[in-house]
């Protein structure tokens, strides 16, 4: 098994796969500058300084990568793409979702409007279509690209129909149950997580033992992830996480909430419900519905789950069995550090 080198640097990879979109991002006319500028706002990659993201999903593949077959630098097609893919879905949920802000600036439908900032959604799924190809430029065979484009779609359909299991029943005046909320974030987050590591992993090896492993990986991190990001936007603290804990006062039917309704007693369930339906809620009215999602174990299941999933994605990496040592220490390390609950 080829080594990895021991000085794995996470910025490096992160840097060489924005190297990688801004190439496929690059205007290409001046009568089509427009959507490529809107495209590397959206990204962050528009010399602004602007926040740009974690690159977390792009960053696993590589490691997937890197731990098997060694030089991280020929999956960076791969990684261009899940990026890309990532970001066309955060486009248009803004808009689905009305939120006015991504990365604490405009969304990209404030700033340009809704028509371009579908079409510059559409343009990034594209392109990240577009960037798949260049692994056949790399050497890979044209059954294993073929290969990785098809789980490539089947990721966007589940990415689709976990979208329409959100739109469809935050639509509705009753909550979702527990258990269709895990098949939600499955097919929304797990399902490009898992598949991010599971091409790491495909481009690496013809090994299915060690494929199937590795998306088993995926899979449980991505629950995790998910579950730890409840967790952070009700009692995250914003100077540990940048990110401003307002799922409650925003009134986001995330796990602690569902699980809250389905297991406090029936005259909290009444209050919580009558909280939830005032469009701004005070800050004690706030601190009340907190304190009723604590009260029926609401936390403490989430952080229960999460730590599961967690600790099911770490076996199914050492089950893997070929993990190189200093690959497979950062992506334990990033598990650990990410999933903090």
Request: charged residues 25%.
């Amino acid at each position: 098994m080829p080594a990895v080198a021991r000085d794995l640097d996470l910025t490096q990879l992160i840097a060489d796969t924005e190297a990688e979109i801004a190439r496929l991002v690059a205007d290409r006319d001046p009568s089509t500058a427009g959507v490529y500028e809107m495209a590397r706002y959206h990204l962050g990659l528009d010399g602004s300084g602007a926040p740009a993201g974690k690159r977390m999903r792009p960053l696993l593949g590589l490691l997937a990568y890197a731990s098997i077959a060694g030089d991280h630098r020929a999956a960076l097609p791969g990684a261009a793409a899940v990026e890309l893919g990532h970001n066309f879905s955060l486009v248009h949920d803004d808009i689905e979702d009305g939120d006015l802000e991504r990365r604490h600036r405009p969304a990209l439908w404030a700033r340009h409007g809704i028509p371009q900032a579908i079409n510059t959604g559409d343009m990034l799924f594209s392109l990240s279509r577009v960037a798949l190809h260049r692994l056949s430029d790399l050497g890979f065979s044209d059954a294993k690209v073929l290969r990785l484009m098809r789980l490539y779609d089947d990721t966007c359909v589940a990415l689709c129909e976990g979208q329409y299991i959100d739109i469809a029943t935050s639509e509705r005046h009753d909550l979702m149950s527990v258990e269709l909320y895990f098949d939600m974030i499955g097919r929304k987050t797990a399902a490009l997580i898992a598949a991010s590591i599971e091409a790491g992993a495909l481009l690496a090896t013809d090994d299915e033992a060690v494929i199937s492993r590795y998306r088993a990986f995926g899979w449980a991190l991505g629950i995790a992830f998910q579950l730890n990001d409840d967790l952070l936007g009700i009692w995250g603290a914003e100077r540990a996480t940048g990110k401003e804990p307002t799922d409650v006062a925003r009134k986001k039917k995330t796990l602690p909430v569902i699980y809250a309704f389905e297991h406090t007693a029936p005259r909290e369930c009444d209050r919580l419900a009558a909280l939830y339906r005032d469009p701004s809620p005070s800050a004690a009215e706030v601190a009340e519905i907190i304190a009723i999602l604590e009260h029926a174990g609401a936390r403490d299941y989430t952080r229960d789950q999460a730590r599961r999933y967690r600790d099911e994605a770490l076996a199914e990496l050492a089950a893997a069995g070929v993990a190189d040592g200093a690959a497979r220490a950062r992506l334990e390390a990033l598990i650990v550090s990410v999933i903090n609950a």
